[in-house]
Structures are given as C-alpha cells and as structure tokens.
Nanobody, 125 residues
C-alpha cells in the first residue's frame, strides 16, 4: 500500500512561486506513474501534470505548460511540482497520486490507485 503525503502549499501573490512535495512510502516512485491533480471549490478534480520513468514521459495540462515543472528525487522517494508565475485561477487543493500502471501517462483521475490528502494553494490577485 503506497502512502503519499503532500506539503508545500500556502498563500502566495499572483506571479509568485511555490514548490509542492509529495513524499511516498510503501512503494518506490520510479515504479509508478506519478501525477498531480487539483480541485477548486465546486469543481471536479482536474489533471495538472504526470510523469512515468518507465515510459520516459511527462505530461502537463495546457493551463500550466511553461509555468509548472514536474521533478523527482528518487533518493528521497519524493516528487515535486514547481509552480511559477502563479495565477489566481491556480487556487485549489492539490493532490499527489500514484498509478500501478507506469507504462503510459494518464490524465484521468480514475487511472490512479493511491492519493494523498491534498495541500491547499491560494493565489491572491
């Protein structure tokens, strides 16, 4: 059973940056498809970014391309989401997720088997 713990959320002004971390236990992140999703109040959970080492592929939602960067530290068994040039519309709870199928990137939340508890990101205008 993989457990995921996010951290790094907070309040930031528009144009600022945050780095989210997702520490994994019970499994090695390089063996999973790892993803980030976000959910704003009253909205469904949406794909942000994902990466799989098995396929050597990383994918981003169009809304964050060029601003967000997915990375990992296998020694720490942790993945990160560097968020730059933040906008008020980036405000949401951000979730880390892991899928047991590492062979391709999926943007569908239903493809993921394990989820963290979420971390709040608030961007003020």
């Amino acid at each position: 059973q993989v457990q995921l713990v996010e951290s790094g959320g907070g309040l930031v002004q528009a144009g600022g940056s945050l780095r989210l971390s997702c520490a994994a236990s019970g499994g090695t992140v390089s063996n999973y498809l790892m993803g980030w999703f976000r959910q704003a109040p009253g909205q469904e959970r949406k794909f942000v970014a994902a990466s799989t080492w098995s396929a050597g592929s990383t994918s981003y939602a169009d809304s964050v391309k060029g601003r967000f960067t997915f990375s990992s530290d296998n020694a720490k068994n942790t993945v990160y989401l560097q968020m730059d040039s933040l906008k008020p519309e980036d405000t949401a709870v951000y979730y880390c997720a892991a899928s047991r199928n590492p062979l391709r990137v999926s943007q569908s939340a239903s493809s993921y088997d394990y989820w963290g508890q979420g971390t709040q990101v608030t961007v003020s205008s």
